[in-house]
């Protein structure tokens, strides 16, 4: 299918043969600091980005799921929405299906079928989350058209399950907050135990910065079992240390805790307790020095992924130590890695040249040519028509 020369809503009218009733969206993200830590319950600080999954979506009363994407070429996937089961759904079609059937256990099976067909300019395997926007823009538009009146915080919860139960990914939930509590001009400082949130006012511009994401295009798929074994890890050395998780682990303590876990999880504590720490601190720079402030803390974060934690790759430590050299207040590797993007905070006027020595750094390298974006913190989910 293809949206060339035609509207997204045109598309749908051609597919199902009447016109959607509205259109709902949810961005993406990028997390400026506090990565790895949400499955800890600790915080996290991420901008929604202006790249979104759009939902253009209308009701129906017979039980029966449509799903589409502009994305995927073909006919919609048909499903009877009561039939609905983890493991059921294959593909690209299990993240929204995934939605209804969780919306349809907390509703109380008050949702039924829609027509569903889903745009989206969030890059796909790049560490924005594509995932949770799908899964947030499916979510809102069936608050609304099932009138369902839930709030942004249980639709976040919802999606999350909906990604851990029925496509089978243990992810945190940040990207879900992101998606569906950010606003455009802040980031959303979380704390992920209790959802607890505050905006925390970021003007980019006003600073003369740029966020650069630099897109490495190397893609990771977070069910691999990879992210999954790092979860696992954190949660026994919080079981072994007799703590809830990871976050009950005060920082002045490390250094005790540190001495009585086994050698495998001792660069996994540290990475999360001082990852919480970034995050507290890049709150009270941004809060008392301006954005410029974040960049030193952006790069120890990388530091810390790259030598602890052991989720970057030679593609995203390049993007960020070049991008460093080149200029740039600092950079990280953002989302759950293995590839994915670097963001780089740099000083406008620098943004092309910092991009620029990226590129070039890659092409010497023999890596594919990165995608570069700029990140604008934007609005959640919403419904736009
Ligand atoms: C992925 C997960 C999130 C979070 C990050 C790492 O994006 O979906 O829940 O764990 O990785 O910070």
Redesign the pocket.
């Known amino acids: 299918m293809t949206t060339t020369g035609t509207t997204v809503a045109g598309v749908f009218e051609e597919l199902y043969g009447h016109a959607p009733e509205g259109v709902w969206a949810a961005p993406g993200r990028v997390?400026l600091i506090?990565?790895?830590?949400?499955?800890n319950d600790g915080f996290?600080l991420p901008i929604a980005i202006p790249q979104a999954v759009r939902a253009y979506a209308r009701r129906r009363d017979d039980g029966v799921l449509r799903l589409a994407s502009t994305r995927v070429p073909g006919a919609a996937v048909e499903l009877d929405v009561a039939g609905l089961a983890p493991g059921g759904v294959a593909g690209w079609a299990a993240y929204p299906a995934a939605v209804v059937w969780t919306l349809r256990r907390a509703a109380r099976h008050e949702v039924g079928g829609a027509d569903v067909l889903l745009d989206s300019d969030v890059p796909g395997g790049a560490?924005l989350?594509s995932s949770?926007a799908l899964e947030c823009a499916v979510a809102t538009a069936f608050n609304d058209m099932y009138e369902l009146g839930l709030g942004a915080e249980e639709l976040a919860l919802l999606a999350q399950s909906a990604e851990n139960e029925f496509v089978g990914?243990p992810?945190?939930?940040?990207?879900q907050m992101a998606s569906m509590a950010c606003r455009a001009g802040a980031a959303l400082h979380l704390d992920t135990r209790d959802l607890s949130a505050r905006h925390v006012p970021l003007d980019l511009a006003g600073a003369g910065l740029t966020l650069l994401v630099l897109d490495t295009r190397v893609q990771h798929d977070?069910a691999d079992g990879a992210?999954a074994a790092l979860r696992a890890g954190c949660e026994r050395a919080a079981a072994l240390l007799g703590l809830p998780a990871l976050r009950d682990l005060a920082t002045a303590d490390l250094p005790a805790a540190l001495t009585r876990l086994p050698a495998d999880l001792v660069p996994l504590v540290r990475h999360v307790v001082t990852e919480n720490d970034r995050v507290r601190q890049a709150v009270a720079e941004l809060q008392r020095h301006g954005p410029a402030a974040l960049g030193p803390i952006l790069t120890a974060g990388h530091a810390s992924l790259r030598d602890d934690y052991l989720t970057s790759c030679p593609e995203t430590d390049l993007a960020a130590a070049t991008a460093v050299a080149a200029g740039a207040l600092g950079a990280r590797m953002t989302?759950?890695?293995f590839g994915g993007s670097v963001i780089a905070l740099v000083a406008t006027e620098r943004a092309e040249a910092v991009a620029g020595a990226v590129v070039d750094a890659f092409a010497a390298a023999g890596y594919a040519e990165p995608h570069v974006y700029r990140a604008v913190p934007s609005a959640g989910a919403r419904r736009e028509a």
């Open positions: 997390n506090g990565e790895h830590t949400d499955y996290v560490g989350s949770a990914v992810c945190g939930i940040m990207d977070l992210y989302g759950g890695g």
